[in-house]
């Protein structure tokens, strides 16, 4: 490291990229510096170049085929990994055999064999790996785990979990890369890993076994011949159908999406608009989308804990419920969101204070709202304080251990990856039997006894 600064590299520069850079050459500057960026769009390289220099920073760039060549020439401290999911694991574990530390956007990874491979090149090589889980951060949200920590409710027993993605953010899913099982390993990798992980974080445990099912039920060509959409193209910047679809994006029209995306298509070919009602197969639709839009899990927890979850890609409205019945008591928190597409230059997930809502329902007594936590910025505020811990050495110790690392990101995606394999055989899938050695994660401990619970008082006797 030079002087007190630590040198950094990203690898990968699609839509999310440009937060932790920024974040890098900006107000972290003080403490960090990013020598150089890589990607396999060419396009994609001088555009994150130009970035920075805009914000007067000059930075190298390479193509990811000279991924070696950058880190042997650069000697960073960290590696950035904000690419493909699918290729998550390779950066991750080439970083740390080079001797650097690693922040990787979630999923961490989206199998077992790639999960196996990240947590045996750690513990071989000691070097950190984080895992940007920025749900985490958000006030609300940690207003939910100081309130489980406080035992308000006791022991929790179950948990019901329904997260709800719009026609605007869920659809967008079924129009990138994320669509095929291949690259994100589906909604229930690429996307519910942070619920997974909020869950595991909000009990401070870990799950033992996953049954799921799921289907893709809305985002199918029955679906768009019920619109009457019967004449589509494969994307939707020449769709013959586009001025009347209501799922049409228009990427020309915007110009992150066209700067990013359609200016770049000439260096790998990659179409970002894709039409969300391609099948899975079929003339003109290659390749097709094999991801679900609705599907359900059960986790039985180490604790004794079980999560009831399920995941809608097609709601009017984006957020979640989510509900924790303890032994004390009953805990709701419903949350609504800004929604958004990825990469369009709006902030994401914005909290919308109407229809959001903490409520607490004790046992034998009235039920009653705590005020409502709130903070500004991307995923509910969560990603100023999430950038805060990670790139600011004064940010201190964090009390709720929101920091998280590999063992996190392990348990966080390997739900998913168990639900996937259920989904498959129809079987309940054990989670050691995907993954060995993981480790338990560092939560904050919560309360082991509840308070002493006491008895509805006995209604006096009838005369």
């Known amino acids: 490291m030079s002087g007190q600064k630590k040198t950094y590299v990203q690898v990968g520069l699609g839509g999310r990229s440009s937060m932790f850079r920024d974040a890098v050459i900006g107000k972290y500057g003080e403490y960090s510096s990013l020598a150089a960026v890589c990607d396999i769009n060419e396009g994609r390289v001088k555009l994150a170049q130009m970035a920075a220099r805009e914000k007067g920073v000059e930075v190298d760039g390479y193509s990811a085929a000279d991924f070696d060549r950058m880190l042997a020439e650069k000697k960073p401290d960290c590696v950035i990994v904000t690419t493909k999911d699918s290729t998550h694991a390779e950066y991750i574990c080439r970083a740390m055999i080079a001797g650097c530390d690693v922040i990787t956007e979630k999923p961490m990874t989206m199998d077992a064999e790639k999960c196996q491979q990240i947590i045996d090149t750690q513990k071989r090589t000691g070097r950190n790996c984080t895992v940007t889980f920025n749900y985490r951060y958000a006030a609300p949200r940690t207003q939910v785990k100081e309130l489980l920590m406080s035992g308000v409710i006791g022991n929790v027993l179950s948990v019901d979990f329904e997260w709800l993605l719009d026609t605007k953010h869920g659809a967008d899913y079924f129009r990138r890369w994320h669509r095929n099982k291949s690259n994100s390993g589906g909604l229930l990798v690429h996307k519910a890993t942070h619920h997974f992980d909020l869950v595991n974080w909000w009990l401070s445990d870990v799950p033992e076994s996953v049954y799921a099912s799921g289907t893709r039920s809305f985002y199918t060509p029955e679906t768009a011949a019920r619109y009457g959409l019967t004449n589509r193209g ?204 993981i480790g338990r994660p560092d939560y904050p401990p919560m309360p082991t006894v509840a308070d002493p619970l006491t008895l509805k008082p006995a209604e006096p006797a009838s005369p």
């Open 234 to 437: 494969t994307r939707c910047v020449e769709c013959p159908e586009k001025s009347r679809c209501s799922f049409c994006l228009d990427i020309e029209g915007n110009e992150k999406l066209r700067q990013l995306y359609r200016e770049c298509e000439q260096y790998d070919g990659y179409f970002r608009d894709k039409c969300v009602f391609n099948p899975e197969n079929g003339k003109n639709f290659e390749p097709g989308v094999d991801i679900e839009d609705t599907m359900a899990l059960v986790v039985n927890y180490a604790g004794g804990a079980r999560l009831n979850y399920t995941l809608t890609a097609y709601s009017p409205w984006e957020g979640y419920a989510i509900n924790f019945n303890g032994t004390a008591g009953r805990l709701q928190f419903t949350t609504c969101e800004t929604t958004y597409v990825n990469g369009d230059g709006t902030t994401p997930g914005e909290l919308l204070r109407e229809g959001s809502s903490i409520k607490i329902f004790p046992h034998w007594s009235n039920a009653y709202s705590p005020e409502l936590k709130t903070s500004k910025g991307g995923h509910g505020g969560a990603d100023p304080v999430l950038l805060d811990y990670i790139f600011d050495p004064s940010a201190g110790e964090d009390p709720l251990m929101r920091k998280a690392d590999q063992r996190a990101g392990a348990y966080s995606i390997l739900c998913g990856v168990a639900g996937n394999e259920s989904m498959r055989t129809g079987s309940v899938v054990r989670i050691d039997s995907l993954v060995q050695g």
